[in-house]
Each structure stands twice: as structure tokens, then as C-alpha cells.
């Protein structure tokens, strides 16, 4: 059974740091592509971070860059989001999803909600 398991969101007030973390299950974690993706209230779900399969290629959203960091630890079958300097329009709820490089599928997970506020 595939799942992706998100945690670490939160309410915090901007400036604030927050990690995300997103542990996989059900299939071979080294084998993906990893991202995080958003979706604010009432917009579309965008792209946030997406990292290769042993971190060699990294790419991050405009909006995002030199506040997120991602990662990931193929040992754990996890990846991060290192969120920083956070802003009100960062909140949204963030979705892990991975994409295989040998097989054409696709998983989600069911999201975590940020929330920046004062």
C-alpha cells in the first residue's frame, strides 16, 4: 500500500521556521523524483521545491528561493521542507508528491496545513 505522510505544518506567525517532513511507504523511495507543492485558499496547487532522485538537480519556485530548502534521506524513505523567513502568503496547505523514473506513476500525499499569521 503506496502512501506519503505529511506532518510538521502549523499555525506560526511570519518570520517564523517551520519543517516539513514527508515519509513514503509502499515503494522504492530512491526511485522518485520528490517535490512539495501548495495550494492556497481559493488558487491552484503550485509548485514549490522539486529534488531528483539523489539530490543532484534542484529546482525551486520563484517565490520561494533562498527561504525553503528541500531535501531528502533515501535511507528513510523521507523528504524535507526547510521553510524560513515564512510570510502570510505562504500559507496554504503543502503536498508532497512523488513521480517515478522507471515507472510512469504518480502518488500524492493528503497535504499539510501552514498557516502564517500574526
Known amino acids: 500500500q503506496v502512501q506519503l505522510v505529511e506532518s510538521g505544518g502549523g499555525l506560526v506567525e511570519p518570520g517564523s521556521s517551520l519543517r516539513l517532513s514527508c515519509v513514503a511507504s509502499?515503494?522504492?523511495?530512491?526511485?522518485?523524483?520528490m517535490s512539495w507543492h501548495r495550494q492556497a485558499p481559493g488558487k491552484g496547487r503550485e509548485l514549490v521545491a522539486a529534488?531528483?532522485?539523489?539530490?543532484?538537480?534542484?529546482n525551486y519556485a520563484d517565490s520561494v528561493k533562498g527561504r525553503f530548502t528541500i531535501s531528502r534521506d533515501n535511507a528513510k524513505n523521507t523528504v524535507y521542507l526547510q521553510m524560513s523567513g515564512l510570510k502570510p502568503e505562504d500559507t496554504a496547505v503543502y503536498y508532497c508528491?512523488?513521480?517515478?523514473?522507471?515507472?510512469?506513476?504518480?502518488?500524492w500525499g493528503q497535504g499539510t496545513l501552514v498557516t502564517v499569521s500574526s
Open positions: 509502499g515503494f522504492t523511495f530512491s526511485n522518485y523524483v
Open positions: 529534488m531528483t532522485t539523489t539530490g543532484g538537480r534542484i
Open positions: 508528491k512523488a513521480v517515478g523514473i522507471l515507472t510512469p506513476r504518480v502518488y
